[in-house]
């Protein structure tokens, strides 16, 4: 069973919106640290942004993406949200949802390898065309 359902991928015009929705399919409630990576054809998957679970207090979020996407999370249903605004060409990808357990939510900002993460979804895509 997958742990993680990501759902909300869809294909827009730059500088649209959409909202990515997470949730665990089994429970969360040893996860610390849940957030969203991203893989483009012939690149690196690579940590969008990240979120302390469940308080939500420790938050980061990439260079290219800051600004423009914001992550919550709706604890009662065990969900994660991603936000995305003003999206561009560049940031078309396979997003995928992860979380972890293995280290305390504190630093959710550091560890932003993809390998640092034990659970995962199976991505959903967004496509942003010009």
């Known amino acids: 069973q997958v742990p993680l359902v990501e759902s909300g991928g869809a294909s827009v015009q730059d500088g649209g919106s959409l909202r990515l929705s997470c949730a665990g399919s089994?429970?969360?409630?040893?996860?610390?640290?849940m957030g969203w990576f991203r893989q483009a054809p012939g690149k690196e998957r690579e940590a969008v942004a990240l979120v302390s679970y469940p308080d939500g207090d420790n938050k980061y979020f990439s260079n290219a993406v800051k600004g423009r996407f914001t992550i919550s999370i709706e604890k009662a249903n065990n969900k994660v949200y991603l936000t995305m605004n003003n999206l561009k060409p560049g940031d078309t990808a396979m997003y995928y949802c992860?979380?972890?357990?293995?280290?305390?939510?504190?630093?959710?900002?550091?560890?932003?390898?993809?390998?640092?993460?034990?659970?995962w979804g199976q991505g959903t895509q967004v496509t942003v065309s010009s």
């Open positions: 992860a979380a972890a357990s293995a280290f305390d939510g504190l630093w959710c900002r550091l560890r932003l390898r993809a390998v640092d993460y034990a659970y």
């Open positions: 089994t429970s969360t409630s040893n996860y610390k640290c």
